[in-house]
């Protein structure tokens, strides 16, 4: 019985920073998951705001804008972002696409890693077949 005296201790000092690190990355993992969301959901208002412009340019200044207030004031922040405007179809009855790639700071995720992981979407919003355009 003696020779176990404080093997509890031990057992809890090795278990503890294991299960700290664990939920650590959980937390980490959720924060990117997160982020994934935001910039699908960006991609999603940008589109829809430049279908609702009436000119290419005016669909460009739109989406980035749409872009811009989606993603304001998010826990992290994109080291580079990259936004795409394709407005190569629009046209009556056409599509504007919009494309948004974000590299996440791990850090910034709660990982405490090194380095960045992008995060990328994209989204088309079609065209009204009657609308106007200049």
């Not at 503890?16 to 690190?21: A, D, K, L, N, W």
């Not at 629009?90 to 890693?113: E, N, Q």
Request: proline share 3%.
């Amino acid at each position: 019985m003696r020779s176990q005296r404080g093997s509890l201790t031990l057992e809890v000092a090795l278990i503890i920073p294991v299960f700290i690190g664990l939920v650590m990355f959980i937390a980490g993992a959720a924060t990117l998951v997160g982020a994934r969301s935001a910039v699908d959901d960006a991609a999603w208002e940008a589109a829809r705001a430049a279908s609702l412009a009436r000119s290419g340019t005016a669909a460009d200044a739109a989406a980035r804008a749409a872009v811009e207030r989606r993603l304001a004031g998010q826990r992290w922040s994109c080291l580079a972002e990259r936004v795409d405007v394709d407005v190569s179809r629009f046209t009556p009855g056409g599509d504007v696409a919009v494309t948004i790639a974000c590299d996440v700071r791990l850090r910034d995720a709660g990982l405490f890693l090194p380095g960045a992981a992008q995060v990328a979407a994209r989204a088309v919003a079609p065209l009204d077949r009657y609308k106007a355009i200049q």
